[in-house]
DNA sequence: CACCGCAAACTGTGATCACAATTTACAGCG
DNA sequence: CGCTGTAAATTGTGATCACAGTTTGCGGTG
């Protein structure tokens, strides 16, 4: 990380603590940093091979947002561990939020929208017939938000990324425990045909229990897991 | 800011960044910043008397908590201005939480808290008489979020925090159009009885209708200033 | 008086260094 | 073999510099 480069060449593409920021929220979400260890500014510097100076950003950033912790006391980083009450309050959290972001984005619902809608349903479905855990994360994270962003909230739209975020380490506690299959009932559909019908109390309905089921699989996973 | 100093005398206190994070957040929500105009890091820097480096980190927090916006294209910073549907968002996403925060402390309430309580709400009350407008915002603050903090719901108040943090700046507005006595119907007494009952719906009811009434009139003024 | 153009000032970003505090490693003693 | 004290390594924090892009100011030209 140390050979001469060219700097800075791009001005209006993304920054480096911007792709380092998305770089350790990847990790993070599906799991590749487990909930508890010790991170460090220049283990992850050296690791993605950039200075210091962008990931103390990107750190900065992820702990107002709360996907790192920071120890008060010896201001060492780590992963949030994860426990039964924090997911309550999560899922709680994601439970009001996502179901009003569906019901906002109904009534702007397109063929557009519902053909990319079924592309990324269909890439979850194969995802989870090959036990893809990663796959599967990226695909049905990327249905919920082409979804909320129709809504055209960006506010609460930030405040669902940010639960994502924090609940990611979750998610792959339970793959690790129950495996992929574990989590099929599909309530895309459902979904698909609320918005095609621009229904917002369906769309509403179908997020919500689509929601409500994946986070009862955690909590008994996390229970389970103690 | 160039004088020699001592540099970093103590450990277990809060950090340079964490004091600037303070003095800005405070500056945001008692409105000394006014929305949609721009600000700098090296600014900040010279009028808080440190060196960029904290208020990179302090900007950088805020950024993420919303409190502040950054221009994509040119990457300037600025104060995030005020529209009708953001207001509606932050209103919606405040009278979940905080309500949900107050039921959740309900049946934790001591008299330790009640007697915090109730110190606070005259301080409100005070202000409210003396015209005093960052007393007044000061003060309805440290109610709201004593209270909220014996939730003991840690993911929760964050989110709540954040929220208050993006919603001074409207506080302000309001002040400048409709005086500090334009809202003084107290809920606060409401809110103290239900919690020495243990009575969480009471309390969730309350705090519902306090939060309801100050956003009813935020949004009128809003609406009416633009 | 209006308009263009260029230079100076200012912006955020990244790298590098310094420093104090903590953690880790290990040699020496019991 | 276990404990302890000390030195080395590692940590987050802050300052300073370099750089490229943008904005701002001002002088000259029509």
Redesign the interface.
């Known amino acids: 990380m140390s050979e001469a480069k060219s700097r800075k060449p791009l001005a209006?593409s993304l920054?480096v603590h911007d792709q380092v920021y998305e770089a350790i929220r990847q990790a993070l979400i599906t799991g590749r940093i487990a909930p508890g260890v010790g991170v460090s500014l220049r283990s992850l510097a050296a690791e993605l091979g950039v200075s210091p100076m962008p990931v103390?950003?990107a750190v900065?950033?992820l702990?107002?947002?709360?996907a790192l912790a920071i120890n008060p006391?010896n201001?060492r980083l780590s992963v949030p561990s994860l426990t039964a009450d924090?997911l309550d309050?999560?899922s709680?959290?994601r439970l009001?939020?996502e179901p009003?972001l569906a019901a906002r984005a109904a009534p702007h619902a397109d063929a557009a929208l519902l053909k990319r809608l079924r592309e990324l349903d269909a890439a979850v479905d194969d995802a989870l017939k090959l036990g893809d855990v990663d796959a599967y994360m990226t695909a049905n994270h990327d249905f919920h938000f082409a979804l909320y962003e129709r809504a055209g909230?960006?506010?609460?739209l930030?405040?669902a990324g940010g639960l994502w975020l924090?609940i990611g380490p979750f998610m792959r506690v339970v793959f690790g425990r129950v495996g992929a299959d574990g989590l099929v009932a599909d309530r895309h559909a459902e979904a698909m045909q609320a918005l095609k019908a621009h229904d917002a109390e369906g769309a509403r309905r179908a997020i919500a229990a689509d929601l409500s089921e994946g986070m009862d699989k955690m909590r008994v996973a996390v229970e389970a897991g103690r």
Chains 1, 2 share one sequence.
């Open positions: 209006d920054a103390r950003d900065r950033r702990v107002a947002e709360r006391a201001k924090r309050q999560l709680q959290a009001w939020i009003e909230a960006e506010v609460l930030a405040m924090q």
